[in-house]
Structures are given as structure tokens and as C-alpha cells.
């Protein structure tokens, strides 16, 4: 018991210590959090889009060798 309440003030005590000298450390892990959320959203989404970029650029590709050839039988 006295245990847990020796650890339990120690925490309050560094809690506390933190609130009181830095304010700002917990707005930047904060912050810090968010950035890396974004982040892997971000990158997900850019391999989402990079698949369907790429699958739009090959079906390019197909309709323009079509027509590139197309026009070689033509001559």
C-alpha cells in the first residue's frame, strides 16, 4: 500500500513538474503525434494514388501505342 502511494505521489510530483516548467513539451509530443498521424495517412494515400496513377498511365500507354502504330501501318 504505501508502495503504490509512494509511487502514486512520485508520478503526481513529475506530472505536476512537467505542467508547471514546460507547457509546451506536451503541446509538442502533441503535435509531434499528429504530424506522424498525418503522415501515414498521407503515405497510404500516396500509394492509393500511385496505383491508380500508374494503372491510368499504362491504359495511356496501350491507347497511345495503338495510334502510334496505327499510324505506322497507315504509312
Do not use: C, P
Amino acid at each position: 500500500m504505501s508502495k503504490s502511494k509512494a509511487f502514486k505521489r512520485l508520478v503526481g510530483t513529475t506530472m505536476a513538474k512537467d505542467a508547471g516548467n514546460s507547457k509546451g513539451l506536451s503541446h509538442l509530443y502533441i503535435l509531434i503525434w499528429i504530424f506522424t498521424m498525418l503522415t501515414t495517412m498521407l503515405e497510404y494515400w500516396a500509394v492509393i494514388k500511385k496505383k491508380v496513377i500508374y494503372q491510368k498511365m499504362a491504359l495511356l500507354d496501350t491507347s497511345m501505342q495503338r495510334v502510334y502504330f496505327s499510324g505506322n501501318r497507315r504509312k
